[in-house]
T-cell receptor, first 111, second 112 residues
Framework: DSGVTQTPKHLITATGQRVTLRCSPR?????VYWYQQSLDQGLQFLIQ???????AKGNILERFSAQQFPDLHSELNLSSLELGDSALYFC??????????FGNGTRLTVT | DQQVKQNSPSLSVQEGRISILNCDYT??????FLWYKKYPAEGPTFLIS?????DKNEDGRFTVFLNKSAKHLSLHIVPSQPGDSAVYFC???????????FGQGTTLQVKP
């Protein structure tokens, strides 16, 4: 158990809809990262938050947004969903200079 | 622009033998490299890491080698066990944000 909790585990929705993925980091970790893993692909970095502030941005679409709340949990919002957004979305957390610890992911299926 | 590449999608080895997983990178600013292991329906779990100032790091059956001049790292598993069967990702860190850039992964199958 990594200590990182992601909900929901599975999500099935239709094109054009909006969903919210939630992540609770390990206790004490200030950084939260979001990654996307599409079929047969590696993990693509989306965005990082540190103590509530955006710290780094990767290949995140404009239709996607994220935030980190004062209690350090984070949400990833995906809107105007397309079939190609179907993927595994992972959240990870870390303290300074420590390896990232990943949750078990949310599997999003867009139909 | 794939800055971290794992060119072998899969690898099959016999139990007890050595498994060697390879990874190449292009960004000379990477200062820290990691290997993660992933089982189905689970998130990646940290396995072993190496700083760019070292060329080898060992932890039990796992050893990571770094060749900076060749921009290449490898993970050796000796002896390989069936429980090692998983997808292995190499990752690299650049700068002070902590974010990691991942390779595409190599699926290792260890046959009994």
């Amino acid at each position: 158990d990594s200590g990182v909790t992601q909900t929901p585990k599975h999500l099935i929705t239709a094109t054009g809809q909006r969903v919210t993925l939630r992540c609770s980091p390990r206790s004490g970790d200030l950084s939260v990262y979001w990654y996307q893993q599409s079929l047969d692909q590696g993990l693509q970095f989306l965005i990082q938050y540190y103590n509530g502030e955006e710290r780094a941005k990767g290949n995140i679409l404009e239709r996607f947004s994220a935030q980190q709340f004062p209690d350090l949990h984070s949400e990833l919002n995906l809107s105007s969903l397309e079939l190609g957004d179907s993927a595994l979305y992972f959240c990870a957390s870390s303290t300074a200079n420590s390896p990232l610890h990943f949750g078990n992911g949310t599997r999003l299926t867009v139909t | 622009d794939q800055q971290v590449k794992q060119n072998s999608p899969s690898l099959s080895v016999q139990e007890g033998r050595i498994s060697i997983l390879n990874c190449d990178y292009t960004n000379s600013m990477f200062d820290y490299f990691l290997w993660y292991k992933k089982y189905p329906a689970e998130g990646p779990t940290f396995l072993i890491s190496i700083s760019s100032i070292k060329d080898k790091n060992e932890d039990g059956r796992f050893t990571v080698f770094l060749n900076k001049s060749a921009k290449h790292l490898s993970l050796h598993i000796v002896p390989s066990q069936p429980g090692d069967s998983a997808v292995y990702f190499c990752a690299a860190r650049s700068g002070n944000t902590g974010k990691l850039i991942f390779g595409q992964g190599t699926t290792l199958q260890v046959k009994p």
